[in-house]
């Protein structure tokens, strides 16, 4: 965004609401589905001159569409940030950006506690072409130093971490990473930039999984890359290329999605909350996972840097895998599902679903035990979801 950007003047709740709308000739106020996967020309000239990017326009939707380009502008203003590209899913985004910024000999520093998903790529798809990752614990910063080589070129980092909620200091670990010359990504996937904007925490990029919070209910995927107009330019470029884009028709899901994302992050926070108090005070329950807890390691951290502690917490049942199991097929009203970020709360065992790939050392390390469960508060009544926990608990 330009300095005379009149979206810097606006309240972060108007701009989910007002900013990145792209207008046809027929001044609709709602924005516009543009369900096409090409765009006609003037001229030759004109033509030419589009995909030289020598004039704006529209030519191709792989890479220019206006409904995704509405997405992408209301995004950035909403992270405080220059530009964002968005992309067919949260994994795409963040591949998109490794691919991006590493070759072959180049290293990782990546926090421990992370998507399963995202510990593969890393792991499976980036080691095969000679890209190292070392996985450090997100909240020590002193490992984070220490984990540092001469190749080293990008932190990643997820605060919160899926599924414990473990948080690192986003200002502190920008800090080291800068003077180490590398660039750091942070995934703001659980708390969206309702709760957190870590550009504005010295973040270079944020990637997003638009699937989850972003949409909010459920219904269609995608993901986005939020930074500087420089660094998401090479981003693009790689989208365009490549060809990992999101499709029309979800841009514009997301975008009505967008429109109501401070008002559900309130409510799925409060209820996350008051769900985590509960759920400490139950017999069956060991421990609980969330940062809005006074309790857990990383309070004081999450008030500084979130407005809430987020709509997502996880719980240790005392048993293991059996007495974990037995909660997820006891529920009736809770959705058994891997996926989050829904109005509807949804109960997951990582262990065997959304970590179920990775090794069991490595599973052993994040801290999943056999007997975690993850809860991604919804907007139902809280009572209504206590009765169901309680069916199992």
Not at 54 to 59: A, K, L, V, W
Request: net charge negative; proline share 4%; with cysteine.
């Amino acid at each position: 965004m330009s300095s005379d950007d009149p979206c810097l003047s606006l309240h972060p709740e108007t701009l989910a609401i007002r900013a990145g709308r792209e207008t046809s000739e027929y001044r609709e106020h709602s924005q516009s589905l543009h369900l096409t996967s090409s765009f006609t020309f003037d001229s030759a000239a004109q033509a030419a001159a589009m995909f030289l990017g020598e004039i704006d326009g529209y030519t191709y939707s792989r890479f220019t569409n206006p409904t995704v380009s509405a997405f992408q502008q209301r995004l950035a203003a909403m992270e405080g940030a220059e530009r964002a590209v968005a992309t067919s899913t949260g994994m795409a985004a963040i591949q998109a950006t490794m691919l991006t910024l590493l070759k072959a000999g180049d290293h990782i520093v990546s926090s421990r506690s992370l998507f399963g998903s995202t510990i593969n790529l890393f792991n499976g798809v980036l080691g095969k072409f000679g890209v190292e990752t070392s996985y450090v614990d997100a909240a020590n910063l002193d490992a984070w130093r220490a984990a540092v080589k001469p190749n080293t070129k990008v932190f990643f980092l997820e605060t919160p971490s899926n599924p414990l909620t473990d948080l690192a200091d986003i200002a502190a670990v920008a800090a080291i990473a800068h003077e180490a010359g590398a660039l750091l990504v942070v995934d703001n996937c659980f708390c969206s930039p309702a709760l957190q904007q870590p550009i504005k925490l010295g973040a270079d990029l944020v990637v997003h999984s638009a699937t989850k919070y972003l949409d909010g209910h459920g219904r269609v995927m995608g993901g986005a890359v939020v930074g500087s107009d420089k660094l998401v330019e090479q981003v693009y470029l790689h989208v365009r290329t490549a060809g990992p884009s999101l499709a029309p028709f979800n841009a514009w899901v997301l975008l009505s999605g967008l429109e109501t994302l401070y008002l559900r992050m309130e409510k799925h926070s409060a209820n996350a909350l008051e769900l985590a108090k509960w759920l400490q005070q139950q017999p069956a329950v060991e421990k609980v996972f969330y940062p809005g807890l006074p309790d857990h390691p990383h309070y004081a951290l999450a008030q500084r840097q979130q407005k809430s502690g987020g709509p997502v917490l996880s719980f240790q049942v005392k048993g293991g895998r059996e007495a974990a199991w037995k909660v997820v097929d006891a529920i009736q009203l809770i959705s058994r599902t891997a996926n989050l970020g829904d109005v509807k709360t949804t109960l997951t065992h990582p262990a065997s679903t959304t970590h179920a790939r990775i090794t069991p050392e490595a599973r052993a390390q994040a801290g999943i035990t056999e007997g975690l469960l993850r809860v991604a508060v919804g907007l139902e009544h809280i009572d209504d979801l206590k009765a169901d926990l309680l069916r199992g608990l």
